[in-house]
């Protein structure tokens, strides 16, 4: 099993330019989520899926939309680039409130780090 | 809000156990504990998780008071890959989604 694997792992990129990020997992699980990290803090929660099809906002939605059209992967996309959103982008995925309380571990991916110019 | 607690950094020698302290004051009856690490930059990794009751596995223990204010995360017998920075996290359910607070962490410094 590769687990999370997130795509590209670093991409530099001009103000107003678009582009996507890739995360894809193969443990069949049916939450997602896309958190930022930025220097010297913990993460924050941008958007997650609770399963296919379906998305919700976290903490720091605005400037990012996501999509989930296949279980394995969830999609995160920035429409209009701008500096603030210089960070390091980590995906998870875990199985699901379905699965039980306790089975709500998050599995992370390596990070993208992306820089807006 | 982070809803936990936690030095900005400690020191460990090699080979001694490694605690590190956690508060979590505000935690209701149905959040667990969770702690992670994050090694470099890599994505944070998976240590340990618990409720009410102290739990072990092949990493690490966890130890949580009995009012569940609090919690210390044991490494046993620490190694210089055990460097990394630590997030003690409150997970906080919802209808169908549990939030995962991360706060900024403990630098674990392990020196030979």
């Known amino acids: 099993n590769a687990g999370v694997t997130q795509t590209p792992k670093f991409r530099v990129l001009k103000t107003g330019q678009s582009m996507t990020l890739l995360c894809a997992q193969d443990m069949n699980h049916e939450y997602m989520y896309w958190y930022r990290q930025d220097p010297g803090m913990g993460l924050r929660l941008i958007h997650y899926s609770v399963g296919e099809g379906t998305t919700a906002k976290g903490e720091v939605p605005d400037g990012y939309n996501v999509s989930r059209l296949k279980k394995q992967n969830f999609l995160l996309g920035l429409e209009s680039a701008a500096p603030s959103q210089t960070s390091v982008y980590f995906c998870a995925s875990s199985y699901g409130v379905a699965s039980g309380m306790d089975q709500e571990t998050q599995y992370f991916g390596p990070g993208t780090r992306l820089l807006v110019l | 809000d982070a809803k936990t607690t936690q030095p900005p950094s400690m020191d460990c020698a090699e080979g001694r156990a490694a605690n590190l302290p956690c508060n979590h004051s505000t935690i209701s009856g149905n959040e667990y504990v969770y702690w992670y690490r994050q090694i470099h930059s890599q994505g944070p990794q998976y240590i340990i998780h618990?409720?009410?009751n102290n739990e072990t596995n092949e990493m690490a223990s966890l130890i949580i008071t009995e009012d569940r204010k609090s919690s210390t995360l044991i490494l046993p017998h620490a190694t210089l890959r055990d460097t990394a920075v630590y997030y003690c996290i409150v997970r906080v359910g919802g209808y169908n989604f549990n939030k995962f607070y991360f706060g900024s962490g403990t630098k674990l410094n392990v020196k030979p």
């Open positions: 618990g409720l009410k």
